[in-house]
């Protein structure tokens, strides 16, 4: 390594160097393997009842209803070699330096209701109310959604709807 005029360091590169191979130890030192650690998990109960209601004047109202209570968390521990600082000694696919977990509760409930119009026009209609207690400001959200059925002959059905939606806050961003 020499240096240039103010004396910082200018390397030259050695070209018989550059195509040899490297030897089986040379790549063992400039390898290594790291392990991150993670854990997730999700406990979940529902219970669900559907039917028909009653019959109406082109045929059975049906309905369907839940009620959901669940909890979820994770854990995530990356390898330490990751988290030096400055610059990272290795390459991490997963870009892990941050350890990071939590845990939430979540609960729900939702209805659902199929109303035949005519014979060949169906009407459905649902809603479903979410919350989660967690640290973000979207503590709940109510979404539903409204379409209609059309069967003008037996081979071909017509499908319109319009609905809401909702997705919860990624776990480890909250």
């Not at 610059?87 to 696919?93: A, E, G, L, R, W």
């Amino acid at each position: 390594v020499s240096t240039n005029a103010a004396g910082e360091p200018v390397y030259h590169l050695d070209r018989n160097r550059l195509w040899n191979p490297l030897s089986p130890d040379q790549v063992r030192s400039l390898m290594t393997h790291g392990q991150n650690r993670s854990s997730s998990w999700v406990n979940q109960g529902q219970f669900t009842i559907s039917g028909d209601l009653f019959n109406g004047w082109a045929g059975p109202i049906g309905f369907a209803a839940v009620l959901e209570v669940g909890s979820q968390g994770y854990e995530l521990h990356p390898d330490p070699l990751a988290d030096t600082g400055n610059p990272v000694p290795y390459f991490s696919p997963f870009g892990l330096r941050d350890e990071g977990g939590g845990t939430r509760k979540r609960y729900a409930t939702g209805l659902e209701f199929k109303v035949p119009l005519l014979s060949s026009l169906i009407a459905t209609a649902a809603g479903r109310f979410d919350q989660y207690d967690d640290d973000t400001a979207t503590d709940d959200a109510f979404t539903y959604n409204a379409g209609l059925e059309w069967r003008p002959v037996r081979s071909l059905l017509l499908r319109g709807s319009y609905a809401t939606s909702f997705r919860a806050p990624d776990m480890h961003f909250v």
